[in-house]
């Protein structure tokens, strides 16, 4: 074909702009298996318990509303936030899940000749974010699957413009105690902004751990994200929120879509962001199963990476029949459904949500008679 016949051909239909058919789409954890067994789902890292009550019947609230438009600026929800949290609303955003907001991030401040960085067994959105707006990614390896301070100041250039960092990660359930967390800020041109996902923050009970509240309150270039989805059990609403420099969420805000978040989660997270005892619930559930699933696989002689979130990663034997893909179909067949991370780099792992009493029990049955085939 001539250059003449490609360049017709090229111009036959809309085509995106360079870099978006580069970009790998997000693949969320299975939902089902074929087997028709009891499903148990732990493979989005969902909570266990559901739902605030009260959340609930906030929710059901709007059903009688729904021709209007909701709050545009979601002022109930950031002041709610604001009171819990001990911060200015002024300088809260609220958004469709802390997704839309870290895409806000890269739409704001990053471009074409821009660099991002984000660890090697960072969250798939981070990259997905950056190269849509057009900026190169920058990959900083970890050390034992946690986030290096040092790898990542190596690869902070003139090109820099923003660091992504999940504390605590996903999906290796580890942290960075919060003095790394100022080391590496300090580090950092002042023009760079240093984003701080702490999507697993509530479950965290570390004394040397900080979600990064105080320091996006003290910093001209911290951001903070956090989610509804994780510990409030409101992931089927979309529901996130960011804590920032004013000068930021000025920045986001003025990108942000119209009415980006609908009355109903409005309303559902007013109510859950102030049912403490809700929230402590489920941080006590999660302690108790996180540490006994644990102990469990272990002694089953698999490698566990210690979690401080609501979600462990396992480590399978490099050997035929006793891989990660192995006992995924294995755990699918008794009903059971976790989550490959091969491409989060790690091929032979699988991420398991800590989940009900009787999830957490048909998981560490299913693997004790895949370990002793």
């Known amino acids: 074909?001539?250059?003449?016949?490609?360049?017709?051909?090229?111009?036959?239909?809309?085509?995106?702009?360079?870099?978006?058919?580069?970009?790998?789409?997000?693949?969320?954890?299975?939902?089902?298996?074929?087997?028709?067994?009891?499903?148990?789902?732990?493979?989005?890292?969902?909570?266990?318990?559901?739902?605030?009550?009260?959340?609930?019947?906030?929710?059901?609230?709007?059903?009688?509303?729904l021709e209007l438009y909701p709050d545009g600026s979601a002022s109930e929800l950031r002041s709610a936030?604001?009171?819990?949290?001990?911060?200015?609303?002024?300088?809260?955003?609220?958004?469709?899940?802390?997704?839309?907001?870290l895409?806000?991030?890269?739409?704001?401040?990053?471009?074409?000749?821009?660099?991002?960085?984000?660890?090697?067994?960072?969250?798939?959105?981070?990259?997905?974010?950056?190269?849509?707006?057009?900026?190169?990614?920058?990959?900083?390896?970890e050390?034992?699957?946690?986030?290096?301070?040092?790898?990542?100041l190596e690869r902070v250039s003139d090109r820099t413009k923003v660091v992504f960092l999940a504390n605590p990660n996903n999906p290796t359930g580890t942290y960075l105690p919060f003095s790394e967390i100022r080391r590496l800020h300090e580090g950092l041109p002042s023009h760079v902004l240093l984003v701080l996902d702490a999507a697993y923050g509530e479950y965290v009970r570390r004394n040397d751990y900080?979600?990064?509240?105080?320091?996006?309150?003290?910093?001209?270039?911290?951001i903070m994200t956090r989610t509804f989805s994780k510990i409030y059990g409101l992931a089927n609403l979309r529901l996130g929120w960011g804590f920032g420099p004013a000068s930021v969420i000025d920045a986001l805000n003025r990108i942000r879509g119209p009415f980006n978040v609908s009355g109903a989660a409005i309303a559902a997270g007013v109510a859950a962001v102030k049912?403490?005892?809700?929230?402590?619930?489920?941080?006590?559930?999660?302690?108790e199963w996180l540490g006994w699933v644990t102990r469990e696989l272990t002694q089953l002689g698999l490698s566990v990476t210690p979690s401080?979130?609501?979600?462990?990663?396992?480590?399978?034997?490099?050997?035929?029949?006793?891989?990660?893909?192995?006992?995924?179909?294995?755990?699918?067949?008794?009903?059971?459904?976790?989550?490959?991370?091969?491409?989060y780099g790690l091929p032979n792992a699988i991420?398991?949500?800590?989940?009900?009493?009787?999830a957490n029990r048909a998981v560490v049955s299913a693997l004790t008679s895949f370990m002793s085939k």
């Open 1 to 65: 074909m001539s250059v003449v016949d490609m360049s017709e051909a090229v111009l036959s239909r809309p085509v995106p702009r360079p870099g978006v058919l580069d970009i790998a789409p997000y693949v969320p954890g299975k939902s089902k298996v074929d087997s028709g067994q009891t499903l148990h789902k732990l493979s989005s890292n969902e909570t266990p318990l559901g739902a605030s009550p009260a959340a609930k019947e906030a929710f059901a609230s709007i059903g009688a509303k």
């Open 81 to 101: 936030i604001a009171e819990v949290y001990g911060i200015n609303a002024d300088r809260v955003i609220c958004g469709a899940g802390s997704d839309e907001i």
């Open 103 to 141: 895409s806000l991030i890269a739409y704001a401040y990053l471009g074409s000749g821009d660099e991002a960085i984000y660890c090697e067994h960072g969250f798939l959105v981070y990259q997905i974010a950056i190269r849509a707006a057009g900026a190169t990614p920058v990959v900083a390896p």
């Open 143 to 152: 050390k034992d699957l946690t986030t290096d301070v040092d790898a990542i």
């Open 210 to 222: 900080e979600s990064g509240i105080e320091l996006a309150a003290t910093a001209e270039n911290v």
């Open 275 to 287: 049912d403490r005892a809700f929230i402590e619930a489920a941080v006590a559930h999660n302690d």
């Open 308 to 343: 401080v979130g609501n979600f462990i990663l396992i480590h399978f034997p490099d050997e035929d029949g006793k891989r990660a893909v192995d006992a995924e179909a294995h755990l699918a067949s008794n009903g059971c459904v976790l989550r490959l991370v091969g491409n």
């Open 351 to 358: 991420r398991m949500s800590i989940g009900t009493e009787e």
